[in-house]
Each structure stands twice: as C-alpha cells, then as structure tokens.
T-cell receptor, first 113, second 111 residues
C-alpha cells in the first residue's frame, strides 16, 4: 500500500461549524504534513508531525487544530473558519530519513460559506 | 514564506520539444525536489537531488543543482501532451525536514 488517503474529498461548512479532515497512511511513515493550497498558488506548509509529536507549526491560526492519534493517522480539526480559509488541504507523509520524498494524498477541497 | 522561485511561471510548447524550468532559492538546503501536480489535486514526486549532487537523471527528466548560485533546473525531454501539469520545486531545510514549495511553472504541451 503506497497511498495516502484523505477524507472527505470535498467539504462545505459554515463559519460556525466544527469539522475534521482525516488523513491515513499504512506505509510505516513516521512524519506527516498538512499543507494548504489556494487556487493557482503553491502549497503552503501548515504543520509537521514527527513520531506523533508536533515538530513544526507555521504560525497557523488556532482555528486549525492538528492531531496525530497514532503513526498512521493525522487529523485537522476546523472550528470557526473564515471564507478566506477556503482552499485545498493536502496531507503528506514521509518515511523518516535524511533524503526522502513526500507522498501526497489527493486533498480535501474545503469551502467555507 | 516561499523558499523557491520558479521561472518561467508558464511555458507552452509543442509535443516532442524539450521543456526547461528553473528554480532559485535563498538559504542553504538539505536537498531539492521536484513535484508535479495535475488539475489542483495531489502532488507527485518526480526527482530528488541532494545538496552534494550536481546532476541527476530519471527517464526523460534531468535535474541540475548549483548550490553556489542557489539554483536548480528541471529538463523534460521529448515532451508529451500528458506532461501538461504544474511543476514545483521544493527545498528541504533543517533537522525537522521542512519542505517548502516554490511558486511553480504551469507547463502546457500542445499535441
């Protein structure tokens, strides 16, 4: 299994809703990433987890709350989002070495109304 | 902040021609990688070049790295319509393996 699976593929939510994005991999990877990508822009790094511990937080607003319950699963909890948070949210994983590529999921397209 | 700057931002060529994309970055890196993205979905890794390497090949891809100029180039030879996509360079820095993308090049290969 060489896949990173993200659910849901599409999500529409109101500004008062609470929702979660899910990312799963069964490749034994020990580092997992969240990126945010606006249309026609490059992905922007949000969070990195290494061995289930948060190692990088790129000054992301607290309305985005990451969680890594185990080495295979990464969640992004969303609360009180703004319309400008509408974007493609990409999850990626990496085996954990000094020169390793990232494997990406196909993303969750989020629309905040 | 974005580490890499791609050049050109958009490139349109005919099938069979070669496509060259350039990437510049600002700080020292562990390695540099190139990714491809179709239609705003997931990214696919193409090739990785380490900071102590100068050139690498993979199939129709050739990547160069010049650490003195802090730049890299990606050459796609004998392009095909299926190569139409956005191409991003990504630099890796630090022990936390922070991978940061450049602005990307939109490549269109016309049949």
């Amino acid at each position: 299994d060489t896949e990173v699976t993200q659910t849901p593929k599409h999500l529409v939510m109101g500004m008062t809703n609470k929702k979660s994005l899910k990312c799963e991999q069964h490749m034994g990877h020990r580092a997992m990433y969240w990126y945010k990508q606006k249309a026609k822009k490059p992905p922007e790094l949000m969070f990195v987890y290494s061995y289930e511990k948060l190692s990088i937080n790129e000054s992301v607003p607290s309305r985005f709350s990451p969680e890594c319950p185990n080495s295979s699963l990464l969640n992004l909890h969303l609360h009180a989002l703004q319309p400008e948070d509408s974007a493609l949210y990409l999850c990626a994983s990496r085996l954990r070495g000094t020169n390793e590529k990232l494997f990406f999921g196909s993303g969750t397209q989020l629309s905040v109304l | 902040s974005q580490q890499g700057e791609e050049d050109p931002q958009a490139l349109s060529i005919q099938e069979g021609e070669n496509a060259t994309m350039n990437c510049s970055y600002k700080t020292s890196i562990n390695n540099l990688q190139w990714y491809r993205q179709n239609s705003g979905r997931g990214l696919v890794h193409l090739i990785l070049i380490r900071s102590n390497e100068r050139e690498k090949h993979s199939g129709r891809l050739r990547v160069t790295l010049d650490t003195s100029k802090k730049s890299s180039s990606l050459l796609i030879t004998a392009s095909r319509a299926a190569d139409t996509a956005s191409y991003f360079c990504a630099t890796v820095r630090g022990s936390n393996y922070k991978l940061t993308f450049g602005k990307g090049t939109l490549l269109t290969v016309n049949p």
